[in-house]
């Protein structure tokens, strides 16, 4: 079975731009979360959503949006980029949101 | 104060050796996990507990709810545990409050 997959795997973009990240969690995971981890730091919590609803969300602007599919893949988007957004993106997927998470490889995004 | 505290920050031991990293959190929480993230940050999880101890091969991580405290520990240590070990608990708003990490390495 195919795990937490995302994409792109590297994105650079400049400041004021948009972006859009995917994820697709494992079969069968109805829940999906993000997380930003800028370097050298630990993962922050962006947004966690369980069949289709926004279930939990971080401490980020409302330039951070997201939303989740029918078939449980996930968007996370990012408006009005700024060189602090520049970091690893996490999307981590699980049957309910409250078991085990299983991460996706990430999506590294450099703003300019 | 951070709500998760992982200690020490930093670990450099010998091949073999028995190792144990600490996590202490200070909010109500309704599992811990312990993850691993290897540069390039690729990150499993190894563990979620709510209660006791579970092992998985050279693997233990033990919680104690009413302290607040989790511990891992690693048996028989080889230079291919040499990684980023994080702990992170679930609160009530299903959120994953992560440690700030320990970077271990073992020299072979």
């Avoid at chain 1, 970091?87 to 981590?92: D, K």
């Amino acid at each position: 079975d195919a795990g937490v997959t995302q994409s792109p795997t590297h994105l650079i973009k400049t400041r004021g731009q948009h972006v859009t990240l995917r994820c697709s969690p494992i079969s069968g995971h109805k829940s999906v979360s993000w997380y930003q981890q800028v370097l050298g730091q630990g993962p922050q919590f962006i947004f966690q959503y369980y069949e289709k609803e926004e279930r939990g969300r971080g401490n980020f602007p409302d330039r951070f949006s997201a939303r989740q599919f029918p078939n449980y893949s996930s968007e996370l988007n990012v408006n009005a980029l700024l060189l602090g957004d520049s970091a690893l993106y996490l999307c981590a997927s699980s049957l309910q949101g409250t078991d085990t998470q299983y991460f996706g490889p990430g999506t590294r995004l450099t703003v300019l | 104060k951070n709500e998760v505290e992982q200690s020490p920050q930093n670990l450099t031991a010998q091949e073999g050796e028995f190792i144990t990293i600490n996590c202490s959190y200070s909010v109500g929480i309704s599992a811990l996990h312990w993850l691993q993230q290897h540069p390039g940050g690729g990150i499993v999880s190894l563990f979620m507990l709510s209660s006791g101890k579970k092992k998985h091969g050279r693997l233990i991580a033990t919680i104690n709810i009413q302290e607040k405290h989790s511990s891992l520990h690693i048996t028989a240590s080889h230079p291919r545990d040499s990684a980023v070990y994080i702990c992170a608990v679930i609160d009530s708003n299903y959120q994953l409050i992560w440690g700030a990490g320990t970077k271990l390495i073992i020299k072979p």
